[in-house]
C-alpha cells in the first residue's frame, strides 16, 4: 500500500483499490512501471524486516527508512541530494518516468540535462486530472471563465470572414490588422512610433516570444541574468539556448517593525520582495548577454518600481556589454491590482494601463529592450496562443528571419480575433469605463477573497495597502498552524519531479493538501535555482491563484479552513520541528 502511494499510483487510497490498480498495471504493457514495482517492493520488504537497505534514485544512492504511519520512502538528510542526476544524465536502474535517454538524446534535451525528466507541471498536472472531481485548483495559472462577450464575438467574425481567407496562412511576422493595432497601442504606451512592419513579430503566445529572443541573442556560454524567484520556464529556454542562468536574489523583506521572521505574536508575518542593486551590479560580467525582467512578477505579484527600473537602466548602461538587452515580459499589465500610491509610478492611465511601466519608456532604453506581452492573461483565452514582441528593428528583424523556421505563422484566426477585440475592450464594458477598468476590479475582488480565506487557514499574505500588486498569484508565507497540520513524514520524501529529487516542506504540503484536502497550490521551490531550493530558500512559500470562479475560491477556502481546525495530530511536534528547521534554513539563506 505504501509503494502504490508513491507516484504515480498513490491516490488511490484504499487499500483494496491500491491492489486493484497494482494488479491492473501488472497485466498492462507499462514495463517501466512494472520494473519499478518490482524493485520498489524487493527495498520495501527488506526495511520492513528491519534491514538496513539503500534504493537507488535518480542514479544516486540513498538510506531509506519505512514510515510507520503511511510506509513512504523517507531519504535521509545526510544522503547527498544534490547529487541526482549531476552528471547530467538520468542513470535510474528502475526506469524514469519521462523515458528520457539523455544519453543519446539530441543537443537541446542533453542541455535541459535533468530538467528534461517530471516536472512540476507533470507532477500537478497528473493530481488535478486525477482528482478533478474532488479538487479545488488555485494551481495552475489560467482563468476557468470564458473570455469576454465582446472577444468571442470577434471570434465568431473573423472565423466568417470568408472574404478574407481567415482558415489560411496569414502574414509569418503577424496578420497585418494585429500589428497596426499593437504599433498604434505601443506607441500610446511607449511615447514613441513604433513601425508595425519593422518593430513588431507575432508568436504563437508569450512563451514563443521570449523562446525566439533568446535563440537570436544568445550565443554557448553567454550568460542571462534572472531574478529569483522566476517563473521557471525562463531557467530552461535560456538553457535551450545555449547559455547561462546567473541568478540574482530578490530579497524578501517582512512587515514586522525589526525585520525579523515573526511578529511579536509569534506568527509569521507577510511581506515584500525588493530588488538589491548591489546584487545585480556584481552579478553582471562582459559574458552578460540579456536580463529577463517580470513585472508585474510571477510568481510573488510583485511591481517593479519604477526606482528599482532604473536601477537596472543604470547597471545596463554603466556595467553591461553594449550587446546585452533587456527581454521584458509584460504579460499581466493589465492585471494591476494595487498600483502605487506615488504618482510617479503611476504610468500609462491614458493608455489603460494605471501602475504598470514598461521598462522600454525609460530614457535610453528603448534601444536595449524587447517588450513580451500576450493576449492570453488580458482576455482571459490562454488557449489563443498569441504573443508578440516589440522593439528596435535591430532586434526584432531576426527574429523575423528566425520565425518562417519554427512555424509559418500564429493562428490566422485568433490573431484576426484579436485585431477585432482590442478596439472594443477600449470602451465602456459592464458598468467600467473599459474593459480593462472591469478587468482590473474584478481581480482586486477575487485577490481580497482568497487573501481571507488565507489568513484564516495561517498563511501569512502580502498586505496590498503597504506592497503595490498584480498579476493573479498570491505568494503566501506558510504560517506555523499550517506547518503543524502537515505530517511530518511527508517531508524530505524521494520525489523525482522535486528539485534535487526531495519533495522539501513547500512541495510536500502542496502534495498533501492536493490529495487528502482537495486543495491544488504550486509549491515555489521550481522559482528559485536548484541549489537555493535544496538549500532552503524557498521552503517557506507556495503559490496560490486566484484566476478562478468565486465558487472554487470559496471551496478551497472552507477546504483550507478545515486543515487548521481540526484536532492536533500525534505528528504535529514532529512536523512543527521539521516547519522550525526549515524556516531557520530559509532564514539563513536569505
Given at each position: ?519 491544488l497550490c504550486i509549491p515555489s521551490s521550481p522559482f528559485f535555482s536548484p541549489e537555493r531550493a535544496q ?56
Amino acid at each position: 500500500v505504501g509503494l502504490i502511494q508513491k507516484h504515480p499510483l498513490r491516490t488511490h487510497k484504499t487499500e483494496q483499490q491500491c491492489f486493484e490498480r497494482c494488479f491492473k498495471v501488472f497485466q498492462s504493457e507499462r514495463s517501466d512501471l512494472k520494473m519499478r514495482i518490482h524493485s520498489l517492493c524487493t527495498v520495501f520488504l527488506l526495511a520492513s524486516l528491519g534491514l538496513e537497505v539503500e534504493s537507488f534514485v535518480g542514479g544516486a544512492r540513498n538510506r531509506v527508512k519505512i514510515s510507520e504511519l503511511r510506509g513512504r520512502r523517507t531519504v535521509s538528510t545526510t544522503s547527498s541530494s544534490s547529487s541526482l542526476y549531476e552528471s547530467g544524465r538520468i542513470e535510474d536502474p528502475v526506469g524514469t518516468e519521462s523515458g528520457v535517454d539523455l544519453a543519446n538524446a539530441g543537443e537541446a534535451t542533453q542541455r535541459l540535462g535533468a530538467m528534461a525528466g517530471p516536472t512540476v507541471w507533470t507532477e500537478f498536472g497528473r493530481i488535478s486530472q486525477e482528482q478533478q472531481d474532488d479538487l479545488a485548483n488555485l494551481g495552475q495559472g489560467f482563468p476557468d471563465w470564458l473570455p469576454p462577450k465582446f472577444a468571442l464575438e470577434s471570434l465568431v467574425e473573423a472565423a466568417s470572414d470568408i472574404a478574407h481567407g481567415p482558415h489560411q496562412y496569414t502574414r509569418t511576422a503577424g496578420h497585418p490588422n494585429l500589428v497596426n493595432q499593437l504599433a498604434n497601442r505601443y506607441s500610446i504606451h511607449l511615447q514613441r512610433e513604433v513601425d508595425a512592419m519593422k518593430q513588431v513579430a507575432v508568436t504563437v503566445g508569450a512563451s514563443q516570444a521570449l523562446y525566439l529572443s533568446l535563440q537570436t541573442l544568445i550565443q554557448p556560454g553567454d550568460e542571462v541574468i534572472l531574478f529569483e524567484p522566476f517563473f521557471d520556464l525562463y531557467n530552461n529556454q535560456v538553457k535551450l539556448a545555449g547559455g547561462k542562468p546567473v541568478y540574482v536574489p530578490l530579497r524578501f523583506v517582512p512587515y514586522s517593525d525589526d525585520n525579523a521572521a515573526t511578529a511579536e505574536n509569534g506568527a509569521l508575518t507577510g511581506g515584500t520582495w525588493v530588488l538589491d542593486e548591489q546584487e545585480l551590479r556584481k552579478a553582471i560580467s562582459p559574458n552578460t548577454k540579456a536580463i529577463v525582467l517580470n513585472s508585474p512578477h510571477n510568481p510573488t505579484g510583485k511591481l517593479f518600481s519604477r526606482g528599482e527600473m532604473e536601477s537596472i537602466a543604470s547597471a545596463l548602461t554603466d556595467l553591461a556589454n553594449p550587446n546585452c538587452v533587456v527581454l521584458s515580459d509584460e504579460v499581466y499589465k493589465y492585471i494591476v491590482h494595487a498600483p502605487p500610491k506615488d504618482e510617479k509610478e503611476r504610468n500609462g492611465e491614458s493608455a489603460l494601463c494605471d501602475g504598470h511601466i514598461h521598462f522600454a519608456s525609460l530614457p535610453g532604453m528603448w534601444d536595449r529592450t524587447i517588450t513580451i506581452s500576450s493576449a492570453g492573461k488580458t482576455f482571459s483565452a490562454t488557449g489563443w496562443q498569441v504573443g508578440w514582441c516589440i522593439g528596435p528593428e535591430r532586434l526584432v528583424a531576426p527574429i523575423h528571419q528566425l520565425l518562417p523556421y519554427v512555424q509559418f505563422c500564429a493562428s490566422t484566426i485568433t490573431q484576426d480575433a484579436l485585431a477585432r477585440s482590442l478596439p472594443k475592450a477600449d470602451m465602456p464594458y459592464e458598468g467600467y469605463d473599459s474593459y480593462y477598468h472591469y478587468l482590473k476590479a474584478k481581480y482586486t475582488r477575487k485577490r481580497d477573497l482568497l487573501v481571507t480565506a488565507l489568513k484564516d487557514a495561517g498563511f501569512a499574505v502580502p498586505d496590498y495597502s503597504k506592497s503595490p500588486g498584480g498579476g493573479f498569484f498570491i505568494f503566501a508565507r506558510i504560517g506555523n498552524e499550517i506547518r503543524k497540520a502537515l505530517p511530518a513524514e511527508c517531508v524530505n520524501v524521494a520525489n523525482d519531479a522535486a528539485p534535487g529529487g526531495v519533495a522539501r516542506l513547500d512541495w510536500a504540503l502542496c502534495q498533501w493538501m492536493a490529495e487528502e484536502k482537495g486543495v491544488l497550490c504550486i509549491p515555489s521551490s521550481p522559482f528559485f535555482s536548484p541549489e537555493r531550493a535544496q538549500a532552503g530558500a524557498s521552503d517557506e512559500f507556495v503559490r496560490i491563484a486566484f484566476c478562478k470562479q468565486d465558487e472554487t475560491i470559496e471551496e478551497a477556502a472552507e477546504k483550507l479552513r478545515r486543515i487548521t481546525a481540526s484536532p492536533a495530530s500525534e505528528s504535529d511536534d514532529g512536523a512543527a520541528a521539521a516547519a522550525t528547521v526549515a524556516a531557520e534554513t530559509a532564514k539563513a539563506t536569505r
